[in-house]
Nanobody, 118 residues
Framework: QVQLVESGGGLVQAGGSLRLSCVSSEDHNSLHLLGWHRQAPGKERELVARISNSDIINYYANSVKGRFTISRDSAKNTVYLQMNSLKPEDTAVYYC???????????WGQGAQVTVSS
């Protein structure tokens, strides 16, 4: 069972920055896709950004393009989400996500609260 542990959430003023980190219990070679989703109160969970284990960034939500950057450090089994120019509408619980190509399963972190005040 792959475990994903997030850190880095918190409260920030609009225009500020935060960096989320997610450490996986498995080597990234066994996780084909990694990324971040978010869920705001009363809304469905949405994909924010996605990166492959060959460092191809193949998705950013339109609402975060130019402000958020996804990256990973394979030596640390860690994926990051750098969030700049944060807006109140970015307030949500952010979930780390990984997909294994070997068993076609999705794995989720416990969630990190990000709150942006106006």
């Amino acid at each position: 069972q792959v475990q994903l542990v997030e850190s880095g959430g918190g409260l920030v003023q609009a225009g500020g920055s935060l960096r989320l980190s997610c450490v996986s219990s498995e080597d990234h070679n066994s996780l084909h896709l990694l990324g971040w989703h978010r869920q705001a109160p009363g809304k469905e969970r949405e994909l924010v950004a996605r990166i492959s284990n060959s460092d191809i960034i193949n998705y950013y939500a339109n609402s975060v393009k130019g402000r958020f950057t996804i990256s990973r450090d394979s030596a640390k089994n860690t994926v990051y989400l750098q969030m700049n120019s944060l807006k109140p509408e970015d307030t949500a619980v952010y979930y780390c996500w990984a997909h294994s190509m070997f068993n076609a399963r999705d794995y989720w972190g416990q969630g990190a609260q990000v709150t942006v005040s106006s």
